[in-house]
């Protein structure tokens, strides 16, 4: 019960941000708590765990269906996203499975060391086009692209380094909106910082809907948010969707990673506005504390 009430309260302290961070595991008792009450003959109890596992499966079964079709003509356009872990991220990985799987890239955590890292490795004999600002630790942010990037600039009032641009893919008659994002974290600093970020982007949102009108809006970051907080369905709220969710691609766990590591919470996202995911996956780069993610996406040809 505890699981499912939490996503639907604010997150006004560390505590109630890890249970509802916790939840998809908290309500795996609903299920547990049905047999168990059938085994004792509590009825009344068991008609209403079953009410709660019903809950359970409606909230969940959606991140199973999928892909959805894809009827317009469209265009791919493939987006890697990955925190690089403060910057320790290995830059031949990065590069690597960039060259295999995508289109645009979106770097968060990226330091300057990171920066001339898969430069060096070569990621600009592809991705000739870009928009990046390093910054020591957490704060920095890049984009690189396989095509031509216009109208590029800081998102500002926000934490941490936030990127947008123009992608211009061939024979997509409006070029989509790509914004690279990497709001603060919840925990262990304090919350406020994350609030402020997650309170203020619907707003950024529904702005980048209106100027997008007709075209794609494709937001790619560390959203350091679950689809168990309710601040993170608010953003959904605007219009958009999650690219995980639209594939039906379960529900995809980035972080932590690392020795001993295994990955409990999806925090990474790819939000998309009139595009469509058809699949989504996670790639491991080495050094790096998040799983890269990695969406394959169609867009509209003409509008």
């Not at 039906?248 to 506005?273: C, E, K, Q, S, Y």
Request: a negative charge; charged letters at 15%; glycine letters at 8%.
């Amino acid at each position: 019960m505890v699981g499912l009430a939490v996503r639907y309260v604010p997150l006004g302290r560390h505590g109630t941000v890890l249970l509802a961070t916790a939840s998809p595991y908290l309500m795996l008792a609903a299920p547990i708590a049905v047999l168990l009450l059938m085994l004792g003959r509590r009825w009344v109890l068991t008609v209403l765990a079953v009410g709660l596992t019903l809950t359970v499966a409606l909230i969940q079964v959606p991140h199973f269906l999928g892909p959805e079709q894809v009827t317009a003509q469209s265009a791919p356009l493939r987006v890697f996203t990955s925190n690089l872990g403060m910057g320790l991220g290995d830059p031949a990985a990065v590069v690597a499975a960039a060259e295999q799987a995508a289109d645009v890239v979106v770097l968060q955590e990226l330091t300057q060391e990171a920066a001339d890292g898969v430069i060096a490795a070569g990621l600009e004999k592809s991705f000739r086009h870009r928009i990046f600002d390093p910054k020591p630790m957490a704060g920095g942010l890049g984009i690189w692209s396989r095509f031509p990037l216009t109208d590029s600039a800081h998102v500002p009032g926000y934490s941490m380094v936030m990127l947008r641009t123009k992608v211009h893919v061939p024979d997509v008659a409006v070029a989509p909106i790509l914004v690279g994002v990497h709001f603060a974290a919840p925990w262990p600093q304090p919350i406020e910082s994350w609030h402020k970020d997650m309170e203020k982007f619907p707003t950024m949102l529904r702005e980048l809907a209106g100027e997008a009108g007709p075209g794609a809006v494709i937001v790619a970051g560390d959203f350091n948010a679950t689809h168990d907080m309710l601040p993170f369905r608010e953003l959904l709220a605007t219009g958009y969707r999650d690219a995980a969710e639209q594939a039906g691609a379960g529900m995809i766990r980035t972080f932590p990673v690392g020795t001993r590591r295994v990955p409990a919470v999806g925090i990474d996202h790819v939000l998309l506005r009139n595009a469509d995911a058809t699949a989504v996956r996670t790639e491991l780069v080495p050094g790096a504390d998040h799983l890269a993610l990695i969406a394959d996406v169609v867009v509209r040809q003409e509008t």
